[in-house]
């Protein structure tokens, strides 16, 4: 079986190493796998897979501080309150700093620790074997220091380490995932061949501007930091439109302008927040705990005209009714905005915090943008997956066609395992003979379908099924394949 596979640091795909057996008469070749990140920041995405890293470092911290007890006294657990003087030695998954008691080698986490730093400490909590502690006070600061661009890194959850130079952030998730390629994958890092698999991370060229799509949310109760905690804020001065502040899903954090988004995207979140509260439009946040209010999300995506080449941009309104009479004043100001080519509004009426809608409806122009990906176009709707990262996505799906080692001469087949909306196969179609794709996500299926068409492929079929319910007769839907992609979210 080739497999062509890729771990991917902060990148939504391809991101989880996944072991599947298949029966026999499948192909038993095995090929390399590579390490590839995009450039952001953030450590705290979301998914099964990460909740198994973070269960494996919490058992490595277990065994650590089990080790230190053994010889500590009995003031070995530092006690909720306590100071303590520390410095972080490395960072673990989210981008946590790991440190260490001087004392006893107690294995301490905190937030916002970078390696190298001396910092004053106070425990927050006991977590199992470990602890946590907030940050008081830097003595010394880390190593690999650079300015933070952005105004809200300090407050922001979205880049955490955004004052650690890129080359810094580069080793930790490298770091990260031979931690997983070891501890999950199961793969032997003592052993020569290690070095064939685990290749070394491929760096992203843009450091900003990157992301094709951001979420900001509405909120009635804004965030501040300590030294702003005295003003006095009244009617809709306590509205916010930007981040969630970390640990609060009731506060956002205002934001005016997002550093990773395309600067289009951030004209039109600068045209919002010049009007949304204005008490003529009588226009209000959705609130948490109330459940009531009209404004829920606002979605920005960014891609490219297929003709033009040039950014076209996608604005999506998540409400909780359908009132688009309340939204007009919104789409007439952003409409004069040359690269806004479509504004939706999908319909949420449940409470939960979810961007996608129950009915969605086209406010101006239509209802997809476009993007480019490996000479293929690609259509792309208000909830549509895709590469958050356009530039290093094309960088990936290189990596992987290169990894597959295709002849090119339309005599292979191709199995893309968790095809997501179909990008991998489809990019890989043609070089081969026929391409299959599955993926669990009816919608993201439905995409398959009509990427395939837009760019007249024909080779390839993509079936809506759960692969985690296979039984031994899946090998029995097609042809005995060449090349098998496994992946999550392609």
């Known amino acids: 079986m080739a497999m062509a596979a890729a771990i991917v640091a902060t990148m939504p795909a391809l991101k989880h190493l996944i072991r599947i057996t ?32 973070e269960q494996e470092q919490h058992n490595q911290l277990t065994n650590n501080n089990k080790t230190s007890r053994s010889s500590s006294s009995a003031s070995y657990f530092p006690k909720r309150g306590q100071t303590l003087e520390l410095v972080c030695e490395s960072l673990a998954f989210k981008g946590k700093g790991v440190c260490k008691v001087a004392e006893t080698g107690f294995v ?64 930790a998730k490298e770091q990260q995932v031979r931690e997983l390629t070891i501890h999950v994958g199961k793969f032997l890092d003592k052993v020569p061949e290690f070095c064939s698999i685990m290749k070394p991370i491929v760096p992203c060229v843009i450091q900003f ?33 930007g981040l969630h502040a970390p640990g ?32 003529q439009f009588g226009l209000t946040p959705y609130d948490v705990h109330s459940h009531t209010g009209f404004l829920k999300h606002l979605m920005l995506r960014t891609g490219r005209n297929a003709e033009t080449g ?24 952003i409409s004069a905005i040359p690269e806004v080519v479509s504004i939706m509004n999908n319909v949420n009426t449940s409470v939960g915090n979810t961007s996608v809608g129950e009915e969605e409806y086209t406010l101006y122009g239509k209802s997809t943008i476009t993007e480019i990906l490996r000479g293929l176009t690609f259509q792309i709707s208000a909830n549509s997956f895709f590469q958050t990262n356009t530039h290093q996505a094309e960088v990936l799906y290189k990596l992987i066609e290169d990894c597959a080692g295709l002849r090119g001469d339309g005599s292979q087949i191709v199995l893309d395992l968790f095809c997501g909306t179909g990008t991998i196969g489809l990019t890989l179609a043609r070089r081969a003979k026929h ?26 079929t993509f079936v809506q099924g759960d692969l985690n319910k296979i039984d031994e007769s899946f090998g029995n839907n097609f042809p005995k394949p060449d090349i098998v992609i496994s992946g999550e979210g392609s």
Not at 26 to 46: D, I, M, V, W
Not at 319 to 331: A, D, F, H, I, W
Not at 435 to 454: C, F, M, T, W
């Open 22 to 53: 298949f029966t026999p008469p499948f192909p038993r070749k095995l090929q390399k796998f590579h390490s590839l990140a995009s450039l952001s920041p953030n450590f705290a995405q979301e998914d099964p897979q990460q909740q198994r890293l």
């Open 209 to 241: 501007h990157y992301r094709n799509k951001m979420e900001f949310s509405f909120g009635s109760k804004k965030w501040l930091p300590k030294e702003l905690l005295g003003e006095k804020q009244v009617g809709n001065e306590k509205y916010a439109l």
């Open 108 to 171: 301490v986490m905190c937030d916002r620790a970078l390696p190298g730093e001396r910092f004053i400490g106070r425990v927050t909590r006991r977590k199992g074997s470990y602890a946590e502690v907030t940050k008081v006070e830097t003595i010394t600061p880390h190593w690999d220091l650079v300015d933070a661009p952005c105004e809200y890194a300090p407050y922001c959850g979205g880049c955490k380490t955004q004052n650690l130079s890129y080359e810094s952030q580069l080793r």
């Open 435 to 460: 391409v299959y794709g599955y993926e669990v996500v009816p919608q993201a299926i439905s995409d398959a379908h009509r990427n395939a068409k837009l760019n007249r492929i024909s080779n390839a």
């Open 248 to 279: 609060f899903f009731d506060k956002v954090l205002n934001v005016d302008k997002c550093l990773l988004q395309s600067e289009p995207a951030n004209m039109v979140l600068a045209a919002i927040q010049d009007c949304w509260r204005d008490s």
């Open 310 to 333: 040039l950014p076209e941009l996608m604005v999506n309104f998540v409400t909780s009714l359908y009132k688009p009479e309340l939204l007009k004043p919104l789409v007439e100001k």
